[in-house]
């Protein structure tokens, strides 16, 4: 059994979460048991239907569907809740490849426990693959990461008033 990696997508760039679902799609088709976790994230997005359909575990959502910023108090307690128990489901499920996508951002806006989300990266099973996204990793991820990727924006559409596009950023 090879040891599996931890990998670290993060910056303020495009692409973090399509290089883990890149990744996703390669375990899956190696016969990998995949868990993708998507903090903070709830509205459709197109990778996910077919991610299911090849086998993938999918935990994802978020209640009312606004960012934090936009949450009463009494919101983002239950958005706290709902985010922790999808990092818990996660740990419970067997998996050989585990995406926690938006990890950083989960972590960043207190919407997991810092201790239960580290133990989840730092105790993972020997064998299983790791891959955290968001823009702002705590200082442990960027020390725990065996790939650590920054991506940096250059340039992007959304500056010259081009929304998010189905099949490209969704």
Not at 61 to 90: C, D, S
Request: proline letters at 4%; charged letters at 25%.
């Amino acid at each position: 059994m090879e040891n599996g990696l931890i990998h670290l997508y993060w910056g303020d760039g495009k692409g973090k979460t399509t290089a883990a679902m890149g990744m996703t799609l390669r375990a899956l088709a190696a016969g990998k048991r995949v868990v993708i976790v998507q903090f903070l994230k709830g509205s459709e997005s197109g990778e996910i239907p077919l991610l299911q359909k090849l086998g993938a575990t999918i935990l994802r959502g978020k209640p009312g569907q606004k960012f934090v910023f936009q949450m009463n108090e009494e919101e983002k307690a239950e958005t706290r809740r709902q985010q922790q128990e999808l990092l818990l489901a996660a740990v419970r499920e067997p998996a050989d490849f585990l995406l926690l996508d938006e990890a950083c951002a989960a972590l960043q806006l207190q919407m997991v426990d810092e201790d239960t989300l580290r133990r989840a990266v730092l105790e993972k099973p020997q064998e299983q693959e790791l891959v955290l996204t968001g823009r702002t990793p705590a200082p442990w991820m960027l020390e725990a990461a065996d790939y650590c990727t920054e991506m940096h924006c250059v340039r992007h559409p959304y500056e010259k008033g081009i929304g998010a596009r189905r099949g490209v950023e969704y």
